[in-house]
């Protein structure tokens, strides 16, 4: 007797960390969900699977992470909250230990660099993006190596250009940009992380400035991305943004151009290669990011919420749903700044050995009103005068009026900030309090993420609140770089390679001059010319900018939208008017009972609720597309983090049930040995690798 088998075939787009995790649960739920069915999963990306384009093993290895080793990690554990099994791995540490004794996992070798990374690596240190794409990579084998027999992964190392189907809902086309076209697929997860944009008004013009006038302008990218051959030793070379890209591109121009820093007497110095050019650099706070606390946390150390409870959390969202959304600034913002400020006040006290006043603090301060007497006389008794008390305005624009008045005056007052922050981070993320402070603000994006995604807050608040204020604060102040890229900065400054304007930076083509121009608005005599200006920042996510073919033609076709906060999901009908600040849109309109709506149109891909079906134009969930990762920000928040072990990722979490829904689609026909791509093989899980000619 024959046995018939289901068959489901899958296309995931997007081979970077998001992909990976999608294509990790499919295999990890298959026997179990789908026991009959026959799975082949074509993997779509021009870049190395697993790591993707973003961390790449082969960029420079100078560029660092900003996660500790121990705290990245690719598998699932008992903390994550979903329905399909766990199975654990190995966290990049772990697998870095298991590499230095004994060179690999796996058949792949690893070259001399590679091993001696792996050698120097701890738990609490910052892997080079390079070493954590060599992980990537081994996960992906691991995976597909490991897969029960039902399954079989093809890999395409060619762009998707194209998302076709001949009757709504049914089966899906996958077009390649080498010519492939995969058909009768039952599923397509849409997973490609950070997508091309098309330039900005000002990026184009800047463009063609720089063009006409043989200077040079890069635009929003990604560091590793961008050739900087072109750049010449002693060239003026401004960098607008002061935060993750900005000590990217401070290490290729400098380390990358031979540089060493070494310590003498205590201090970094910087010894010039010659190769440099000579940087100016500013941004709106004039300041760069806050640097990483030493981790005294361990893999999975935590805070745990003392006011974002999973009970208060349930309140909120159930306000939101009965209000049509929340306000961020009066019923989100002093609930966080509670738990910031009771972990920075219980530290203070700790560190000078007053254990029972911290206890007694951290009981009682969560529940007394913000800001009002109550909190003052519980501060005032536990011994902490106003000047030591936490202050938010000296957080976010820590530049005084005195550091204003000069470039030597800024100058000098950003080497003793630099070094302030740079010992606040030695002091750790436990036992420091400013550190441990802002680190509450990483825990806890699991808990406002829970609050805010899928139209948490109203559109007002959303554009105002955590778009233009909230998310920029949060970046500056907890997702900082490594204390050890701050004590780099301090020496190249002092060594006259780095020049930092000061606060409100702008850059602008200068025809009398022939170059550009960037000058702080508020330090007086800051102007500088550059022959070679970078827009430091990270790109920006937005679906109606997207220069990527497949988001751009399922746009121009209605079958994808812009996510809109508030009122009307489809983001079409009524008036727009365009924010400058944000790049979202007002969008105005009727629902059909003939309530007036109105909403913010974010640049963020539509979904649906939990599995992240894709919506159209119309707002109708596709049963067969889903859509994952960086390109839903606004619908998600904060979607470019990491996974972490043993926290209760929920990036695992939404991998596991957007698996689980890929898999309840198998069609229960018999198994095609010609499919999509031809015959299965042989029985056992199998890999083919499919590159562009």
């Known amino acids: 007797m024959t046995m018939t088998t289901q068959r489901l075939d899958v296309c995931l787009i997007g081979a970077g960390p998001r992909g990976l995790s999608v294509l990790e649960r499919l295999c990890a739920n298959a026997a179990e969900a789908a026991p009959t069915t026959s799975v082949t999963i074509h993997v779509v990306d021009p870049y190395p699977p697993g790591a993707g384009r973003v961390w790449r093993s082969g960029q420079s290895r100078h560029l660092l992470m900003n996660t500790v080793a121990g705290q990245v990690t690719m598998f699932t554990d008992e903390t994550v909250e979903m329905a ?7 966290s990049l540490y ?63 190392r060619s762009r998707a250009v194209g998302l076709e189907e001949r009757t709504a809902g049914g089966a899906q086309t996958v077009v390649l940009e080498d010519g492939t076209r995969l058909e009768g697929l039952h599923a397509v997860v849409l997973a490609q992380g950070h997508v091309p944009q098309r330039r900005s008004p000002r990026e184009a013009a800047h463009a063609a400035f720089a063009e006409a006038r043989g200077l040079r302008y890069v635009p929003p990218a990604g560091p590793a991305e961008v050739d900087l051959s072109g750049v010449r030793p002693g060239e003026a070379v401004g960098l607008l943004g002061l935060g993750l890209n900005f000590f990217d591109y401070l290490a290729l121009l400098t380390e990358g151009r031979g540089g060493r820093f070494e310590r003498r007497a205590g201090r970094l110095v910087y010894r010039p290669s010659g190769r440099e050019p000579r940087l100016l650099a500013g941004s709106r706070r004039g300041v760069p990011f806050h640097s990483r606390g030493e981790n005294q946390k361990g893999p999975h150390g935590r805070h745990h919420p003392l006011v974002l409870t999973p009970e208060v959390i349930s309140g909120l969202r159930r306000r939101a749903r009965e209000r049509g959304g929340l306000d961020f600034r009066s019923e989100l913002w002093p609930l966080i700044s509670k738990e910031v400020e009771t972990v920075y006040y219980t530290a203070l006290l700790t560190s000078r050995g007053r254990e029972a006043a911290a206890h007694r603090l951290r009981a009682a301060y969560p529940s ?5 007497a109550e909190e003052d006389r519980l501060l005032t008794e536990s011994g902490i005068p106003p000047r030591q008390r936490w202050n938010w305005d000296r957080i976010a624009r820590p530049c005084p009026a005195h550091g204003l008045r000069s470039p030597a005056a800024f100058r000098s007052w950003l080497l003793e900030y630099l070094r302030a922050d740079l010992e606040a981070a030695r002091a750790g993320n436990v036992h420091g309090p400013l550190k441990a402070a802002l680190d509450v603000l990483r825990d806890l994006r699991n808990e406002i993420r829970l609050v805010v995604d899928h139209g948490g ?17 949060n970046a ?39 170059a550009f121009v960037l000058e702080s608005r508020a330090v007086p005599g800051s102007r500088r010319p550059v022959t070679t200006l ?30 809109v906060v508030g009122g009307a999901r489809d983001g079409r009908g009524g008036h727009e008017t365009g924010d400058p600040e944000t790049g979202g849109h007002e969008t ?12 913010h149109e974010t640049g963020g891909l539509a979904v649906g609720p939990s599995p992240y079906h894709l919506l159209d134009a119309a707002g109708r969930p596709h049963p067969r597309r889903f ?19 043993g926290v209760g990722s929920v990036i695992l979490s939404d991998a596991d049930a957007i698996s689980r829904a890929v898999l309840a689609l198998r069609d229960g026909s018999p198994t095609d040995p010609n499919g999509p791509t031809g015959p299965t093989g042989p029985t056992g899980p199998e890999t083919i690798e499919v590159s562009v000619p």
């Open 588 to 599: 105005g309109g009727h629902e059909p009972g003939g309530r007036e709506t109105s909403g």
């Open 84 to 90: 399909g099994p766990v199975l654990p791995g190995p």
């Open 476 to 514: 500056f102040v907890s997702i900082g770089p490594p204390a050890r890229r701050i004590e780099e900065a301090v020496a190249l400054i002092e060594a006259g390679v780095l020049t930092v304007l000061g606060p409100r930076t702008v850059a602008r083509a200068d025809a009398e001059e022939g």
């Open 368 to 372: 007394v009103p913000r800001g009002g």
């Open 94 to 156: 772990e697998w870095a230990r298991f590499v230095s004794l004994t060179g690999g996992l796996d058949e792949v070798g690893y070259d001399e660099e590679v091993l001696a990374e792996a050698r120097r690596l701890t738990p609490d240190s910052y892997p080079t993006r390079a070493f954590h794409g060599h992980y990537l990579e081994w996960v992906h084998r691991r995976v597909t190596g490991t897969a029960p027999a039902s399954v079989r992964t093809v890999s395409h």
């Open 534 to 563: 970078i827009d430091a920042r990270l790109p920006g996510t937005d679906v109606r900018s997207s220069a990527d073919p497949l988001l751009s033609g399922l746009l121009a076709d209605g079958q994808c939208v812009p996510y």
């Open 627 to 645: 859509a994952f990762g960086v390109p839903t920000e606004s619908v998600h928040w904060a979607t470019a983090a990491g996974v972490r072990p």
């Open 457 to 473: 807050l109203t559109a007002r608040s959303h554009r105002e609140d955590l778009d233009a204020w909230y998310t920029p604060l």
